[in-house]
């Protein structure tokens, strides 16, 4: 059974960072695509960003794009998400999720995603 545990959250100031971390445990995540989404309140759950497991193909969201960096290491079966230049406007609750047919294009669509983690606050005050 696949599982997926974030941690690293918390309450920063506008313009610091953060580094969040998502272990995975269950199965192997090789052909995996595996994807962080945030979901602040009375908004819907947005893509952020996602990486392939194998291969290492990144994407981001525009609004994130230069400030966040997703990378993986497959000895820890950990996905990391560094978010550096933080605003107000990032705080949501972050959520690390997999997806197991990885098909092509679809890495930012909740739908394409099988497992989910819990989810993880971040609070960026300004």
């Known amino acids: 059974q696949v599982q997926l545990v974030e941690s690293g959250g918390g309450l920063v100031q506008a313009g610091g960072f953060l580094r969040l971390s998502c272990q995975a445990s269950g199965r192997t995540f090789s052909g995996y695509v595996m994807g962080w989404f945030r979901q602040a309140p009375g908004k819907e759950r947005e893509f952020v960003a996602a990486?392939?497991?194998?291969?290492?193909?990144?994407y981001y969201a525009d609004s994130v794009e230069g400030r966040f960096t997703i990378s993986r290491d497959s000895a820890k079966s950990t996905v990391y998400l560094q978010m550096n230049t933080l605003r107000p406007e990032d705080t949501a609750v972050y959520y690390c999720a997999a997806d197991s047919r990885s098909f092509s294009g679809t890495y930012s669509y909740t739908g394409a995603y099988d497992y989910w983690g819990q989810g993880t606050q971040v609070t960026v005050s300004s």
């Open positions: 990486i392939r497991w194998s291969g290492g193909s990144t």
